[in-house]
């Protein structure tokens, strides 16, 4: 089979065996916003040739399967296992491919949340956990927090940390500030400065600005300072979040992706004093593959 | 007298009379930030030939006392009441201006806050007040919010609500959303959602986005949306600040600022059930007068 984690500016596809084991991998700057003009098809052949045979069956998850992708794969609601989620595959006509639905969840107030091609990751990582409930973490441009257990993936919740980041240390006047370098120490400051009892996030960033206008905060520290901010206010968040959600005991997430993402991550928990497991390295091509089994598209 | 309100884009300069009262007044784009190698006595001329006798006496506040303004004017610490200010001033040499020293607070972690020009508008405002403690708000790029009282200002903090507004609309994903137009309704939707109790700023700002793909708010709502989340995470954080400040009675911000800026943090704080009153307009020139009378620069 066939696996692609399509997202909005890069593609990785993986070759997997009759077992499910990764044979072949490929990446290219092939993400959804990159191809023009609806050339999907063309962007698959240049994928994935050579990597499997063309006979294959293919799946796909992630951004292709959104508004701006190749073919629109709606939304299945929350709480989706593994069998309501094999069951909404979109085909895409006079292809192979099939495409993962994304997820949405309500909060309490009736609000939606909305993930894309994360819900194969949390699937991909259940698929090696017991069926107790867990707690799955996803880094990135916008960061999910997932509850899952036996029936799948019961709720989640978005926080923007990776894309704030990326605008205030570009365009803010707290990213001026800033020099290369990086600083844990810093890092630790604003996650524990997000931590505290009366964070406020709009805040407590002008504090990036006023720690290095009074000496005590080095322009080398300013990024990592932000990142522990952001972070910080999104476990803060997060943890309130579980705690409603009744998620209180025995606490361990799974934290999933890049490796330097997941070691800042599992540092800023720490301070939270909550020890996080690193997730399976290919979380996507395992989901991919069992929800494929799933709805029948390949055979062990 | 001269007053000038010297900020990092524009300069505005009034000329009092011998009882306060402004008789003239101009504005420039000669902002600290636009003024090149030095040359801030052109642009001191520029902008007063004209509006007053050069043998009068002058005084700035705001960015032209920063490190990247004309002669630095140190930060006093807070308390700070108009004879600390006045004792503080910074005279330029080879000139007859003298320039207000901005502000700097510490929280109860020690960690730093500041203002430098805000001060001035909050004397500007406490001249019209009676000596009770009053709570000031003053809107901006970096709004501010000060506890000010008989022995001047207490305190303060500041809030980055109109720089995170614009470059979330500017550069997010957020922004891209968004349409022309404006919708009242998007504004108290999005200060509602940042007032309730489990209120979570990076993930509610998401919601701007999922709201638009669920089809439940309009391209045209989501620059009014995201600014009410903005500033209804302003509203909850600053009351929250306040209540440990030991402001809790009879709260009745007086908010100082543009009119329309005025009237949207007014309609704001009335869904937290909050009455404001809108403050003088020409708090800055009011506060230059009181200080350079104090000074001994001026006599009525």
């Keep these: 089979m066939i696996a692609i ?25 092939l993400g959804v916003q990159r191809i023009t003009d609806g050339r999907f098809a063309d962007a698959l052949t240049s994928l994935c040739t050579g990597i499997g045979s063309e006979s294959l069956p293919m799946i796909a998850c992630g951004m292709i399967g959104s508004r701006q992708g190749w073919v629109e794969a709606p939304y299945r609601h929350c709480p989706a296992d593994f069998s309501a989620i094999a069951m909404s595959l979109t ?16 909060d309490v107030d009736g609000v ?10 949390v699937l991909g990582i259940l698929s090696e956990q017991r069926a107790e409930r ?21 709720r989640f919740s978005t926080f923007m940390t990776g894309e704030l980041y990326a605008i205030l240390r570009q365009q803010s006047i707290l990213g001026r500030l800033a020099a290369e370098g990086s600083d844990d120490a810093a890092l630790d400051q604003g996650v524990r400065r997000s931590l505290r009892r009366s964070a406020a996030l709009s805040h407590d960033l002008f504090s990036a600005r006023t720690l290095v206008l009074a000496g005590e905060l080095a322009a080398q ?53 909550i020890d996080a497991m690193p997730g399976p390295v ?15 598209m390949v055979r062990e």
């Excluded at 984690?5 to 700057?29: C, F, K, M, N, Q």
């Excluded at 939606?112 to 990751?121: H, I, K, L, S, Y």
């Excluded at 290919?282 to 029948?296: D, N, S, T, V």
């Design 221 to 273: 520290g300013v990024s990592d300072y932000l990142s522990g901010l952001l972070l910080g206010a999104e476990i803060a968040s997060a943890l309130r979040w579980l705690e409603r959600s009744g998620v209180k005991d025995k606490l361990e997430p799974i934290v999933v992706g890049e490796a330097s993402l997941v070691a800042r991550y599992r540092r800023a928990l720490a301070l939270a004093e």
């Design 134 to 154: 867990s707690v799955i973490v996803l880094p990135g441009t916008h960061s999910k927090w997932a509850i899952a257990g036996a029936s799948g993936i019961e």
């Design 5 to 29: 984690d399509w997202g909005t500016t890069s593609a990785r596809a993986y070759a997997l065996d009759h077992g499910g084991a990764i044979v072949a991998e490929r990446s290219a700057p």
């Design 282 to 296: 290919k979380a996507a091509a395992i989901g991919m593959w069992r929800i494929a089994k799933q709805a029948g």
């Design 112 to 121: 939606p949340d909305v993930m894309r091609g994360e819900e194969t990751q």
């Design 91 to 106: 085909r895409v006509q006079g292809t192979r491919l099939a495409i993962v639905p994304g997820l949405m969840c309500r």
